[in-house]
Structure formats: structure tokens, C-alpha cells
């Protein structure tokens, strides 16, 4: 009766795989009941249950849910929403665990599967932990079935985002949730370490001296910025349930990656939720004498890429990075290691990591000039070059 999943799909932060290839229905109950068993054996046995917008995610959590049940699990089906609403329900239905089927932000032929558990970061060793478990499923007993149960939580989840409004004149805004050419442009103007420069400015204000988390893709201005203001900024490894965990450990107000994901826990849940962090956003524009463009050209003008991906062998990309970090140390290379490596140089830095959701690279670079920024792009492909692999910006 064990279930045996593709290795690929077991990520570092998450489950992922492409549908009808790597991960299945049986794939998805398999892990409901190993989820269960993990969680009944640390003392819990209530689940909250949503899906995203996926064609293929209704399947996939119907047999979840299925899944959940059959181990003794009591299951709270949410329904369809954003990631961050299966979080408040974890945070606030009394439940001991949260289970969403995401894809998160790859192709629409994957899908997945992220995890709470007892109100923490579930990742890492626990996620391979789940196909060990997985493995050494028996049958299980009708007699223990748990009960499954649907909680409309969405209206309730809105009023909590609204109640931290706190505007003083009205504005006029836009929404864009979809998916459409906008995004391009978009993400030209709007990158989500100079959010973070807007946002640790009045946490700080309540919370002097606070350590302020970002990830290790982020702008040095982000870190400059935070220790102006009176902040302790800590790097940190990128992942969301890395950050997540890091600011739990730090009891941080604060925390963001350069992709978008912002954490609060200055009134908050210390979940990412991206509408949260827009009510906020604005709350702080309409208090504002500035428009969001202005406060964004206060900053430190410098230059630097966006987020570069390419893609590697999911043997190899691991293996490049670490041939890449050794030669740095051997050269004493002025570098931080805690994901992938950023080296810091005297036009900038540049940072070289590989995904844990993808078969990919990620590098970035940023300088004060345009010439500082084009030798440090030579120095990230001459340092792939030497592990055989072609860097494509240069």
C-alpha cells in the first residue's frame, strides 16, 4: 500500500510537478495521508484545505482531501482563493495544519502542493520526510476516518485586509490581478525591494531598531536604506518559507524578497499576502504628501538586472554553484554564501544561485554605472564558463 512519487517533485519549499507526468490524483492522496500521519503523530488532526485557480486543482484536491480523511484527519475545505486566505485560515480556524494546491508561478501544466504546520514553515527535510512516509503507508481503517467539513471563508478574509486601511485621503487605484502584458511593464516601475524601502520606513517609525529581513537578491539600497533608518537589515536565504521562518526566529516586523513576496507581522499574521501588503501600500500613500513615483526617486540611483534565469540541468545546477564558491574562496573573494553566492566588488555586486523550484540558474547584478554593471555581468559568465555553462545576458 506504500505510494512512491517522483523524486522531482519533493522541492525545498514546496511539492511541484507537472500534471499527467510527475504528479497525479494518487500522487496528491498519497500525500493527504502521509501529511496526516505526520501531523496526528505530533499531536494535531485538524487541516484547512484550499486550491487556486488551476483547471487541474479541483482534482487535486479532491483527492487530498480524500487522502486527509482516510488517515483520521478532520479536513476544512475553504474552497478557491489566493495562497495568503489559506494562511489566515491556518492562523485563524483553529486548525493544526493548512494545506494549498498552487502552482505557485510556474507553467500552467504544474501544479503543487505548499504546506503550515502547527502554525510554522513546513520545507526542507520535512517535505522528504513526507515521501519516506509516504512509502511505509499501510491500509488504513474505515473506522478512523476523519470528518470533512466547508468553511466560506473568503468574505471574512476581505474585512481583515480592509481593517488595516488607514487612509487619510481618498485615491484613485487600479487593480490588476490577471495576467496580461501589463505585468511586463509593471515590473519595470514597481520591484519589490523599493516596496520594501516604503514599507520599513513606518515600521520602523513604530519599531525602532527592528531587524528588517530581505533575501539575497535583493538591492544593496534596500540594506543601506533600512540601517539609515534606524533598522538592523539581515540578509537572508530566498524562499518563502525560508523568510517565513527567519522572521518567526527573529520576531522581525518586516520581511521581502526582491520577487514580490512581503512579509508582515507588524499587525499582522507573518504570512506573505501580497493584497495585505497593497493595503498597506496605500494606507501609506493616501497619509503621504508623495505619489509612490516620487518616493521611489529618493532613492540611491543605481543600475542593475532583474532577476536573470536559465536554465540548467536539476543535476547540475547545484553542483555549478558550489564549483563556482570554491573558486571564489580560493581567490578570497569578498562573497556571502548563506544561498548560492553574492560577491561584492568595487563596481557592486553580483549574485549566482540556483532554484529550488526550478531546473534553472538565477543570477543578478547592480553598480552604480552602466560600465560597472557590464564588468560585472563578464565576471559571472567567465565564472560559468568555467563550470561549462553559457552565461545568455552579456
Partial sequence: MGHRFDPTILREYDIRGIVGQT????????????????????????????????????????SLVDGLAEEGADVVR??????????????????????????????????????????????????????????????????????????????????????????????????????????????????????????????????????????????????????????????????????????????????????G???????YYGFDDATYVAVRLLGILSRSRHSLVELRDQLPVVVNTPELRFACAESRKFEVVNEVRERLRRVRAEMTDIDGVRVRTPDGWWLLRASNTQAVLVARAESESEEGLVRLKREIAAELAASGVEFPDQ
Fill in 23 to 62: 504528479l497525479s490524483a494518487a500522487d496528491a492522496r498519497a500525500i493527504g495521508r502521509a501529511y496526516a500521519t505526520t501531523l496526528i503523530e505530533a499531536g494535531g488532526n485538524r487541516v484547512a484545505v484550499g486550491y487556486d485557480g488551476r483547471l487541474t486543482s479541483p482534482e487535486l484536491e479532491a
Fill in 78 to 259: 475553504i474552497g478557491r482563493g489566493p495562497t495568503p486566505m489559506l494562511y489566515y485560515a491556518s492562523a485563524t480556524l483553529g486548525v493544526d495544519g493548512g494545506i494549498m494546491v498552487t502552482g505557485s508561478h510556474n507553467p500552467p501544466d504544474h501544479n503543487g502542493f505548499k504546506f503550515v504546520f502547527q502554525g510554522k514553515s513546513f520545507y526542507g527535510t520535512a517535505i522528504q520526510k513526507l515521501g519516506e512516509t509516504a512509502q511505509a503507508l499501510a491500509r488504513a481503517s474505515e473506522s478512523t476516518r476523519g470528518q470533512i467539513s466547508h468553511r466560506a471563508i473568503r468574505e471574512e478574509y476581505v474585512a481583515r485586509l480592509a481593517r488595516d486601511y488607514l487612509g487619510d485621503r481618498p485615491l484613485t487605484v487600479a487593480w490588476d490581478a490577471g495576467n496580461g502584458a501589463t505585468g511586463e511593464v509593471v515590473q519595470e516601475i514597481l520591484w519589490g525591494d523599493q516596496l520594501m524601502v516604503v514599507l520599513a520606513r513606518e515600521v520602523l517609525a513604530r519599531h525602532p531598531g527592528a531587524p528588517i529581513l530581505a533575501d539575497v537578491k535583493a538591492s544593496q539600497v534596500l540594506f543601506d536604506e533600512i540601517a539609515r533608518m534606524g533598522g538592523r537589515p539581515v540578509m537572508a536565504a530566498t524562499g518563502h518559507s525560508l523568510i517565513k521562518a527567519k522572521l518567526a526566529e527573529l520576531s522581525a516586523p518586516l520581511a521581502g524578497e526582491m520577487s
Fill in 261 to 267: 513576496h512581503i512579509f508582515f507581522a507588524d499587525g
